[in-house]
């Protein structure tokens, strides 16, 4: 057996240290939110790779969303110096894709693409586009558009490789479906590309399909962590079987309480089969929250309780302090953002922001140093962004904005977003679009920034230094693309156009997300599990949003939204500001809410109820910022 020299896990509480401790065979770990679960992941393989000699490349990391990787290969960053950037930490779609683009000629062989370029993933945009045209239809505006996509990736979930895969017994798709299935995937394997459903999907029957190829990847790894694995579903659940290591060093951790993604395949029950899957695998539990307050901690279990559990619940604060949690009403949604803003900018020091230099700032009145990039505002849809985006825009506050698809956009259709940001901007849309093809041609091939939008993919790494290499110069294959893309919508100037600019100019935020920047943070909450922030502002907190009611006909799935809200409260440290507003644009409608079911199972004396402001909201001149926002 292995001995463990203190060193590195002097930072870990007894229960940690025993999880960080197991460092052979299956292990389970499983605790509520803010308990250290991923700093004990974190510690356990530096204590791995420093104190018992094991590969860095060896101790292979999984999790779900890009930023969650960012912040694990931070982590193992500081605890392991250089070794730390060795370890392959990524997010489930950056593995399968990593997978997929090291076996082109299986990849072509599985779906009979012609494998001329490297594989490239297909965005929101292009599936659209695709899909219409697969469909004799120039107009990815198309009403059917969104639903047929939505219906193919939930199909192509259950069977990656095509529906005449499909079990003939159980239910079957329908004839619009089918062919649609048929023409879409026809048309992504002809330009060698795959839409995120496929990366994962694709990598199992990959593996699966050739049993010699598989043993080679899972000879690679030592122990494979996977953080979060509440949210697994069955592909990757298959992809870990397929990876796990001979001896089953498999690390699995996770909270069932903060299960949010069931919406999209997830299955917790494969949380619950680990001990079957794994009959040694050990249990540890731990119990003591180390990020937020007591009041925010209290508040949060109030919440949750009403939410099945199967005697597992358990969360002790650590962190004593007598704030109460704001909860904040507010006449409309863009009174809520304005009060979002005033309260980041008493935070963080007043007007004095705009002379600062660092991160820290002293002022009088405000009692505490919090900086831009403490802050965080979680919302429920995308479409709420919208507001606090402008909001922002007008305060003069730095924010950055990350969408929870964590999109990987394929280089081109990045290429003509930064392209169009420079085209002149006092032309009409349809002007602006031919002088951003028309430069985008001049600069072909060699001048691209995209290289490093390959979602999850370490910077490090011979392995991934050459796929970035082949990933960087914009291509001739990357022009047609983006002649294509624009072609059509070229012909159609109107709203589709102005929308779909709109859609380029937000992925370029997206693209632009930086960690480290000192920035508020605007982020939906299913992006937001794993983080955390010394302030977190919750935002629109009303019945029909939160939990949310898709359509009229259908009922919100409430348990999982509660767990969502839970997500997001305990996302905060020091300060949390629940906010609603009594009026809200709905689907293009104004409409009269009522605060969310959830606010009351809060207990009163944990709030600070703050009604609306009584002044009117000054009118707003149009500043810089603004003429932008309406111009993409
Ligand atoms: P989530 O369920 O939200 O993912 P988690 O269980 O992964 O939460 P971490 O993010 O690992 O929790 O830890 C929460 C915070 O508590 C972090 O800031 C972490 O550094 C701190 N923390 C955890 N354990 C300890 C400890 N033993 N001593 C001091 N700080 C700790
Ligand atoms: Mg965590």
Redo the contacts with the bound molecule.
């Keep these: 057996p292995l001995v463990a020299p203190a060193g590195i896990l002097t930072?870990?509480?007894p229960d940690?240290r025993a999880a960080a401790e197991v460092t052979e065979g299956p292990l389970l770990i499983l605790?509520?939110?803010?308990?250290?679960?991923?700093?004990?992941?974190?510690h356990r393989i530096a204590h791995l790779v420093q104190d018992l000699g094991i590969a860095p490349e060896a101790c292979l990391t999984i999790t779900f969303t890009r930023r969650?990787a960012e912040?694990l290969r931070e982590r193992l960053d500081i605890l392991l110096g250089p070794d730390g950037a060795r370890v392959p930490a990524m997010t489930f779609h950056a593995l399968g894709l990593r997978i997929l683009r090291a076996h082109p000629e299986l990849v072509s062989a599985l779906r009979g693409d012609p494998s001329e370029h490297p594989l490239a993933i297909a965005g929101d945009q292009e599936r659209a586009l695709l899909l219409a045209r697969a469909l004799g239809d120039d107009s990815p505006g198309d009403r059917r558009i969104p639903r047929l996509l939505q219906s193919l990736s939930a199909w192509k979930r259950r069977s990656p490789l095509g529906l005449s895969a499909l079990p003939p017994d159980g239910p079957q798709p329908s004839e619009e479906l089918a062919r649609a299935w048929q023409a879409y995937t026809t048309a992504l394997a002809q330009r060698s590309l795959v839409d995120l459903d496929d990366l994962v999907g694709l990598a199992v029957v990959l593996l699966e399909a050739n049993p010699e190829v598989r043993e080679a990847w899972r000879a690679r790894t030592r122990t494979l962590s996977i953080?979060?694995y509440q949210d697994i579903d069955a592909q990757q659940y298959r992809l870990v079987q397929a990876l796990a290591p001979a001896r089953g060093d498999v690390c699995a951790?996770?909270?069932p309480d903060?299960a949010i993604y069931s919406f999209r395949g997830a299955d917790v029950g494969f949380f619950f089969r680990f001990q079957q899957d794994f009959p040694d695998a050990k249990l540890v539990r731990?119990r003591?929250?180390?990020?937020s307050t007591r009041t925010i901690v209290d508040a949060a279990l109030q919440v949750i309780a009403p939410s099945p559990t199967l005697g597992l619940r358990e969360l002790l604060a650590t962190f004593e302090d007598a704030r109460r949690i704001t909860l904040q009403e507010s006449p409309t949604e863009r009174a809520e953002a304005e009060f979002v803003v005033h309260t980041v900018e008493r935070l963080i020091g007043g007007s004095t922001f705009f002379s600062m230099d660092s991160r820290r700032v002293a002022a009088d009145d405000h009692d505490t140093d919090f900086s831009f990039s403490d802050v965080a505002v979680l919302y429920r849809t995308e479409a709420q962004a919208d507001a606090l985006r402008e909001a922002f825009a007008r305060s003069g506050m730095p924010f950055q904005r990350r969408s929870h698809r964590g999109i990987v956009e394929r280089p081109a259709a990045e290429a003509i977003a930064r392209v169009m940001r420079r085209a002149p901007t006092e032309e009409p849309v349809l002007e602006q679009l031919r002088a951003a093809l028309a430069l985008l041609r001049q600069q072909a091939p060699g001048e691209s920034e995209a290289s490093e939008a390959l979602e999850g993919t370490p910077s490090q790494g011979p392995e991934t230094a050459s796929a970035a290499a082949t990933e960087a110069p914009l291509t001739q294959a990357d022009l047609d693309t983006a002649a294509e893309l624009l072609t059509p919508l070229a012909r159609r100037c109107g709203e589709d156009l102005r929308r779909f600019l709109l859609e380029l100019g937000s992925e370029i935020e997206v693209d632009a997300w930086d960690p480290r920047a000192d920035r508020v943070s605007l982020l939906t909450l299913h992006a937001s599990?794993?983080?955390?922030f010394r302030v977190v502002f919750l935002v629109g907190c009303e019945d029909g949003l939160l939990p949310l009611r898709i359509s009229r006909d259908e009922d919100p799935d409430v348990a999982e939204e509660r767990r969502l809200f839970y997500?997001g409260m305990?996302?905060a440290?020091e300060r949390l500001y629940l906010s609603w507003a009594r009026e809200r644009l709905r689907r293009g409608q104004v409409v009269q809410t009522a605060p969310s079911p959830f606010l009351r199972e809060v207990e009163d004396a944990l709030l600070d109820r703050q009604q609306p402001e009584a002044r009117k909201p000054k009118p707003e001149p149009a500043t810089p910022d603004k003429r932008q926002l309406t111009l993409f």
């Design positions: 930072g870990l509480d940690q605790a509520g939110p803010g308990t250290g679960k991923t700093r004990t992941l974190t969650a912040e953080d979060e951790i996770g909270d903060q731990l003591k929250n180390y990020r599990k794993g983080l955390e997500v305990t996302r440290r």
